[in-house]
């Protein structure tokens, strides 16, 4: 199964938004984000409402920086009405025309009665034609709807429990032509249900006799041009993968070339050239049944000129291919065997890394084999290949940006960083110490992750009360960014109480408790795994807290924290976890590989500023037929060594020959647009 998402990136791609983007807001603007992939967003609605928003029905004004809803009608409506042509600029049109989109915002309901609601809006045609997702307070339960003439029919409901008045959450809509996919607070609810009455329309809030409900940080986000995507051919079809020699075919849950021959492609439906996509990774896993040094699998790119390959014996090599003949650029060693599966990522840096020519990196079950290796082919096309093997394949992913290597950060505060956000912070004796005793003093930016990785550090907490906390910060927002100041924190005191908490537009949430044993002035080691959305907690290596979700936040800033408390921290790492397999619906979002400027990085997750990401689950990617692109593959003359287990040990001849092979490659502009953020 094909799982997408949309990303964002710089501002180099402007000129490019401006040609591929149909319409947004009216008074939208461009904002910049320093993250891959290359494409735009645009933001206008942190603190709604714009000047495009118009009341359908009820009471609706701006409150302390968000937009209130105070009618309490049985369905009080807004909407925004005016959506720009940047093809024709100054020519409006009222919908929102596009066949896919992510819609999210936040929500806050202060009137606790069991039928009040607040939701969102979408494909909204007039007051008696749209559709909604609301969620009530203090009943908990999110309830997918259609209103066609007039008749609501409620398509899904799904039950979180009794959830208190004045709780911030989020709803996300993930709109794909007609299936709608709904996320609360991150968590998959629903899953492409039909939803085929109207294709086009309006996007809005509305309330179901909420009293003072509140909504900020709205925004939808429209899907252009080359996006990640993860398949894990669960639903036994390769998406968009093009075969260009060979027998591939899915079988037990993998992507298979049943011939044996000198070189069989299978392109990715992705093409890094066509819009300068300049950083990019592919994650694959791999299985080679035969066991000779000429029974190779791997990866083809540059349409066809450069090769990543791997023998059962253990050697890696990256070859350039031109005019047949095969150099290779660069051999090692790594951890491989026959029949044995493996995990790979590889990364290249085209165009502007090398005068037009990648820059490629390898790592193998998270271990580095390959740093920037030059003077390979450059062109378009990425694939998998295989020679004088049936190699198998799965969880085949794309994503932009370039591969982090597997301890990608640690901070030993013996350099005199102290990254004091709040409070009072000094790096004496070569730890991170908190001396202000605040109620909330964080320092962070040290570090940065987001999904899948797993953060580690030790902390000592020199007080002894129940309030006296120190903890570990992670996804922490920086100011300025859409969720400034927001955070997930882990935090302990000395009488063994243990918190996971979360800190959203200016309220702090208990998510979960558990205990620990560790009393004051002693060292101990806080472990805080993300695997996916979810959230497990080790203290001294035992296991406090598991698999708690929490998918509010995009990745962000890792560091230290304390509340009330002195404290001392030392020995931060961010881990980036080897890649797991996944099933559609675990509510996990992809997001690429980015960089804070002066910051190691590990954004792998939360959603796309992401983004699973997210990522199972992810953003259900709308059935596409490929475009056909005719693809030049010059296979190389090879001289076959080669042992066939199966037909039996013994030479296979070979064919000096070259080839031309055609294969089919998706192609898309590299435009992903947020409207009224």
Known sequence: MRHASANHASSYWLATVAL???????????????????????????????????????TWSPFEGTYRSSGRGAADISTIVSYQNIRTPGEPTPNLPFEQFIYRARMFNEYDSPSSELGLVFQYQDVANY???????????????????????TLATSSRGAVAPRTWYEIEVHWNAGRTTVKLDGVQAFFEVAQNEFTVGQIGLISHGAFRGRFAQVWVEVPFGQQPFREDFSDGIAQGFSPASGQWAIAGGTYNNAAVEQTNVAFLPIDPSQFSLFEYTIRARMFNPYGNSGNQVGITFSGGRSELVFSPTGIAKLNRIENGVRTTVASTTYNGRSKTWFDVWFDACDHFCQQNEPVVSVSVDGLRIFEDVRGLGGGSGVGLITHWAPGRFDDVWFDYGRIPLPDVCTQTFSGGQVGGISGAWNTTGGTLNSTAVGETDIAAGFCSGGNDVTYRMRLLNQFANSGNLVGLIYNYQPSGSFYGGDFFEVVLAPTGRLELRKFIHGVRYVVARGTHAVPRNIWFNLEVIRNGINTTVKVNGSTRIQNVPQGELPAGLAGAVTHWSKGRFDDLSVVLHPQRQRSCGSGFSSTPAARLTGQASVFNGSRRREASSNTGGGRAARRMTPAARAHTLLLPELRCDVVDDVVGPGRIAGHASRNVVEGQIVTRPPCDVVIGA
């Not at 206008?44 to 714009?50: A, F, I, L, Q, V």
């Not at 559709?131 to 029919?153: C, D, H, K, M, W």
């Open 20 to 58: 591929c983007i149909g319409v947004l807001p009216a008074g939208a603007t461009f904002a910049q984000q320093d993250t891959f992939p290359p494409t735009f967003f645009v933001v206008t609605e942190k603190n709604p409402p714009g000047s495009d928003w118009q009341v359908v029905s009820g």
């Open 131 to 153: 559709y909604e997702v609301a969620f009530s307070t203090p009943g908990g339960v999110l309830s997918l709807r259609q209103v066609i003439n007039g008749v609501v029919t």
